[in-house]
């Protein structure tokens, strides 16, 4: 069964501080693999995209890794600010124009 | 803005009443997805269009619900006889036709079936 797990569901940091967030997926045929950043009440915005050949990708303070050997994707923020409060959805392609699998996101909230 | 738009951004409305959303595409992109989003939940699929043809539908598309897309550029997606179970975000994305990448998501039309 193609699915997508994300963890954890939520998580609370301090502002400047790092964290990573983790998604596990089981779809196959793997395409390619986004992490989308969703602020509350907003639709999501494309964070990174990466292929099977790509292991590591970044956006400013977004660092996304894939490994696809073990169907793991990490996304590392570092250097917390409060705007990056959102939820973190993993998105996993299978291939062909709408066989999307969403994970269901990881709620982060920056304190200050 | 260049962005996917969606309007409207709100939309509250009586149990049984028909509703319509409104999507505007990025120009040059030849699909766009509509998806449906409750709380707590990702994104599910709902349907998508290829310029102006409705290629595939989700078996979440009751037949209460109706998508167009008539000149290939905006897209309409219309409720009828709204139920409470109707009640979430409606998401509207677009991309090019060709490529793997991102897809570029609208604001959302949040409706709330009371």
């Known amino acids: 069964k193609n699915q997508v797990e994300q963890s954890p569901q939520s998580l609370i940091i301090l502002e400047g501080k790092n964290c990573t967030l983790q998604?596990?997926?089981?779809?196959?045929?793997?395409?390619?693999l986004r992490w989308y950043k969703q602020d509350t009440g907003r639709g999501p915005v494309s964070l990174t995209i990466m292929t099977f050949s790509e292991n590591t990708k970044s956006n400013g303070r977004y660092t996304a890794t894939l490994d696809a050997d073990t169907k793991q994707s990490s996304l590392h923020i570092t250097a917390s600010q409060l705007s990056d409060s959102a939820s973190y959805i993993c998105v996993v392609s299978a291939g062909g124009a709408n066989n999307l699998f969403f994970g269901t996101g990881t709620r982060l909230t920056v304190i200050p | 803005d260049t962005g996917v738009s969606q309007d409207p951004r709100h939309k509250i409305t009586k149990r049984g009443q028909n509703v319509t959303f409104r999507c505007d595409p990025i120009?040059?992109?030849?699909?766009l997805y509509w998806y449906r989003q409750t709380l707590g939940q990702g994104p599910e699929f709902l349907t998508y269009?290829?310029?102006?043809?409705?290629?595939?539908k989700s078996r979440l598309l009751s037949d209460r619900f109706s998508a167009e897309r008539p000149k290939g550029s905006f897209s309409t997606l219309e409720i009828q006889r709204t139920e409470q179970g109707d009640s979430a975000m409606y998401l509207c994305a677009s991309s090019l036709a060709e490529g793997q990448g991102a897809k570029y998501f609208g604001p959302g039309t949040r409706l709330t079936v009371t």
């Open positions: 998604c596990n997926y089981t779809v196959s045929p793997f395409s390619n």
């Open positions: 269009f290829q310029n102006e043809a409705q290629l595939e």
């Open positions: 120009s040059e992109h030849n699909r």
